[in-house]
């Protein structure tokens, strides 16, 4: 119990954007992200580009679409976009943007036959 009451602390601690770079890191290294994907993917300039606000914030709609149409610009350009795909495509993320894609298009890729599904050329 502790420990949770010492994480909690330390991420009051921790400014937003600096939260939303621990997150993505966290999420990339934890769930086994090769490591050229932590030391070269561009979203680890601006993570929170790419992971949103934190739980506790609400973000509108308008500015999500904002948010995530500019995170996906700077995948077009990212040297590890393909390898960001394919990591999630195995990891399936809840949320963020991964390559260019939303948590729920990949989720929709990922979906069984038969599934309504989008094609990884009809986001891009």
Do not use: K
């Not at 119990?1 to 921790?14: K, V």
């Not at 580009?49 to 077009?76: I, K, M, N, S, Y």
């Not at 990949?106 to 599934?115: H, L, N």
């Amino acid at each position: 119990m502790s420990h949770d009451l010492t994480a909690h602390a330390r991420q009051a601690r921790t400014p937003a954007r600096d939260r939303g770079a621990l997150t993505l890191l966290a999420a990339l290294t934890e769930a086994g992200a090769p490591r050229h994907l932590v030391g070269s993917a561009a979203c680890t300039a601006d993570p929170e580009l790419h992971t949103g606000p934190d739980a506790f914030d609400e973000e509108p709609a308008e500015e999500r679409a904002a948010r995530e149409q500019v995170a996906r610009e700077v995948c077009a350009e990212c040297p590890v976009r393909v390898s960001c795909l394919f990591y999630a495509l195995d990891a399936r993320p809840e949320a963020g943007v991964w390559a260019g894609l939303t948590a729920e298009e990949i989720a929709a890729m990922t979906a069984p036959e038969g599934a309504d599904s989008v094609s990884p050329l009809e986001v891009a």
